[in-house]
């Protein structure tokens, strides 16, 4: 099956449904490792200046198989459409594609987005011709919006950034993934495996995380965790899971019991 | 000639180039980015484009991010 | 990591934190392609009188390869304690060992344990030499004394068998796992994926499970997805997630965003 | 307490947190029946054209004692910020006050807002001198967004209109309360009477409802459970409630017992 | 309503359906305001040795008005079947009658109970005459055998005793509901109004609770609002709610929008 | 002469202010609200305001709502 | 004369009825019960019953408990 | 001689012991168990037990279970 199930993602295939950021971690070896033990396709990035006073020697990009692996710069830190749209434009400057996972934060505290300035940052990216991978929240109008748009994709949050607190409205999310035409991405607050196994029985199309892996105890064994969690619940999810009863249906028969 | 990099002034000798500039901050071979007041600084005007008094300069790059 | 993560069982080691049922399926060969593709080493099965006028040809048995697996007999169906231990020492005389999932149904709406009739049969049990593996609810009372008695683990239900509900009450299952110097499994009421991943992730040992396979609409498919499910519990688990909070924190850092 | 503990809502003070809709009613006595049972002070209603060939000789105001209830008529059924903005005005003019409950809907099916617009309508509105209540979803950047602009209350949402979700996102309405300082007023999913004793546990001022009652087999009796219903979880919330424990705490001492 | 809604237990009618507590209050005055602030009939003391060195002047029962409350004496702190059978009988011969809230405690962290010995113990009490209402988890099954024993109610724990965590399985106790006979009174465990009211919707006929409300910050408001919390839910239970479903249904009719 | 009333037309008589229009409707003494032509007309207008040929008239009152 | 009194041993004079006993307690008007060695002591009995050296007397009354 | 097998009355010949039955039953390879008179029948029985008149056999096997 799982050569068959082909994620295609701005018209590009990938047969890994977990997408990893490359923040918090000790190290960029800690990093490579992590990613690859998350068999990750996709990674995410972010933009920022060089330290002109020590530029350093050391480069997260050169321990990262750029043949193997497609890089999604991020506007994490923006807070207005038009921050996002410089970053944006410095990002596919510096040569790694048009994909941009689009965040335009509308309060520190949560991190949630500021929903009519990513709605008017994804407009100008996409007439730009950017591949437009926005950060959004659970919300079914606005991600509706954004594919009208022509955004890649949506992505929508499960909890705050961080937080992971997992899926805090799966009804939503369900909502998000039966409208959509493109594929549906959760993004944001997921804490452990179950948690993205959960998103996946929802029928999204895949996951993005950071913090889950890169904070816990034991970074590459979580990051194992995540990609057997992810292909779990895919699997779950084509498989056709049985319906909730409240009451007990036997596994055993009853004919031929000893009298 | 004062010219801000990256937010900081900074004193660079006249007629130096863009190029010059990476080169003697070891970028040349990096992903990076350039920013000429505002407005993105294409990969072919590096060598010509010589910076001015009071441009104003940002130098990105890729680093760890979710 | 997972070379070296064994579960033992009644003294015997395992690499697989699966066990599965036996029932429900369309036919023998469906069974056993199930039960390799969960990766399953312990199968449970039911002991039921032999048809007298159609013995049959085909054998449940024969289709598996005992020399991996190791046949777990049940006393489903039995309501009383002197039920349960009659069927348990049938079983035993059929010489495919000392194991038995006991089970003493107290009703059959819910088909939840009679919980006196439950220690009662294990405790014939123990003493006889059976490794008793007792099915019994969720109460880490009833767990410990199990415990005590000399049961080789202790099997809480998730939810009502067949149910797919999952994990009704995390609490004390976690609570059952705390107090236990047994391999705690969690045994019925799982419907998906996900429930057996969050089973691991509570720190359970095993889990058991039947319908939520051969229930699904593609059982191949959801014994796979069992399987990884389980170890992505199991490894999350192991890896140590992060805290959960109520507000976000960022996973790309702010130094260097561009003003 | 309940003497001390007002409710202000636009510069008025209420005794009632129970703000109920007038719509789906058998007949406008029920609906003046349902309302005093209710107990509630703030009653919405929607804004529509007479039916010219009948005009009819019942009215619902007819049936609402004016003197004791304040009127907040609603732009439900808008699509875009003008249609609500118009709907707004006609309401005031016909001279019941200033108060409007700001709805602009983003799609049909989920009867989500469409944030922008709501924005967009509410920013005009308040220039107006409306006092603007805006439903919106439970997302805390719109909320603040909306505080800022000048709207007398925030009406994050539960779950979809007329579903009986109940609060899909407690997270998201508790961070909701703790930064705001103009009323938080759940509006929209709720389904029966725990569900709004949970709203005001969570620390909200009010919750909005109408289908849950009107829908109810037994109307009457709904609105005298929700009334109840907000009064628990008001008085539960100034109260103070114990901290949840993983562990158990006995509440008769353990001296004294016999040996 | 209320008027026809009379509680029945042990062939006696109540109108409160709130039993509450006596431990862990400031002094015996807090106790009598808080017992009248929740309108409870039926309150619950434990059987303790007298301090013979100092017998003390104030005694708990001389606070409550005994002609208007039933004296409900339970056999906490017991941890086997004989220690709670002698604890009621001097319970009794103390001459407040014939009720008991058996508790047989099965371990001190969870204070859950030990089932064979509760079982046991309410055999002997209901053959001595004993009105027994025991203390028991969330097992339809036991339940169902402490009915069938003769026990005046059962009373399945939402969570551990004193941890407010709320009903843990609402599933359970609504099988418990379905299939009892008896009243079903949910002891134990309850946090905060919304838990009773939950309770009282599931169809339960009673709460029991103390340190909910003894431990709250403010007993006494607390107290009120678990009165108002049972008859919320209670009422919410009789009228019936709305069904729950994904989608939204509007409350506002579309015909005669503004065009 | 045709004037559009909620949406649908209708042959008035000519000179027919919205008063007496309110008048003939029975809606004297309700709580309605008057839109002419797309913007609200003031009560104090109602008596003197005349409707022409093709003025677009809503008239709007309150029913039950969430 | 010992007699066990709530666990604790107790010198009582010899002859001393339960009655006596609750008397010197000030436990008369209490609500409260009594077990002798392991069994209930009926209220009538307290008056005849006098206490013997080595009985085990258990007085228990109501307290605060959930 | 009629005895009953798995709960139901059968007429087997006179002396056929459990080994002839388990043979006649196609059963002999089968991992199977037997009890007779609610007594587990150890293998090592089945060739010299002969079945009685009135016997009560219970032949199990195992079969799909959860």
């Not at chain 1, 990613?35 to 920022?48: L, M």
């Not at chain 1, 994490?76 to 749209?85: H, L, M, N, P, V």
């Not at chain 1, 409208?179 to 996946?200: E, F, H, K, Y």
């Not at chain 2, 294409?42 to 890729?62: K, S």
Request: hydrophobic share 45%.
């Amino acid at each position: 099956m799982s050569e068959a199930d082909i994620f295609e993602l701005a018209g590009k295939p990938y047969r890994s449904r977990l997408i990893v950021g490359t923040g918090k971690y000790r190290d960029f070896s800690q990093t490579a490792a992590a990613i690859e033990k998350s068999g990750a396709e996709i990674v995410t990035v972010a933009v920022r200046r060089v330290n002109i006073t020590d530029p350093g020697k050391e480069n997260l990009l050169d321990f990262l198989d750029l043949s193997r692996i497609t890089i999604l710069p991020n506007t994490a830190g923006c807070y207005t459409a038009s921050e996002a749209i410089r970053t944006a434009r410095l990002a596919r400057d510096a040569g790694i594609g048009a994909l941009v996972k689009l965040e335009v934060i509308g309060d520190e505290k949560t991190l949630f987005p500021d929903v009519p300035a990513t709605i008017e940052a994804a407009r100008v990216l996409v007439e730009e011709g950017f591949l437009v991978l926005p950060y959004v929240n659970d919300d079914p109008v606005t991600c509706k919006r954004l594919e009208d748009i022509g955004c890649a994709a949506v992505m929508p949050l499960a909890a705050p950034i961080g937080s992971g607190l997992g899926i805090r409205n799966p009804y939503n999310i369900r909502i998000i993934v039966e409208q959509s035409r493109v594929p549906v991405i959760v993004d944001a607050g997921v804490g452990t495996a179950s948690d993205v196994t959960q998103a996946m029985e929802l029928g999204c199309d895949a996951v993005l995380l950071n913090t889950a892996i890169a904070g816990a105890k034991d970074p590459l064994l979580m990051a194992e965790a995540m990609r057997l969690g992810v292909e779990a619940g895919r699997k779950a999810f084509l498989a056709g899971r049985i319906p909730r009863k409240l009451y007990a249906t036997a596994s055993s028969p009853l004919d031929g019991v000893l009298q | 000639m004062r010219v801000t990099l990256n937010g900081e002034a900074h004193d660079l000798r006249e007629g130096i180039t863009v190029s010059d500039l990476l080169a003697e901050l070891g970028l040349v071979q990096r992903r990076i980015a350039v920013e000429l007041n505002r407005a993105i600084l294409p990969r072919e005007d590096y060598p010509q484009r010589a910076l001015r008094d009071g441009d104003v300069v940002e130098i990105v790059h890729f680093i760890g991010g979710g």
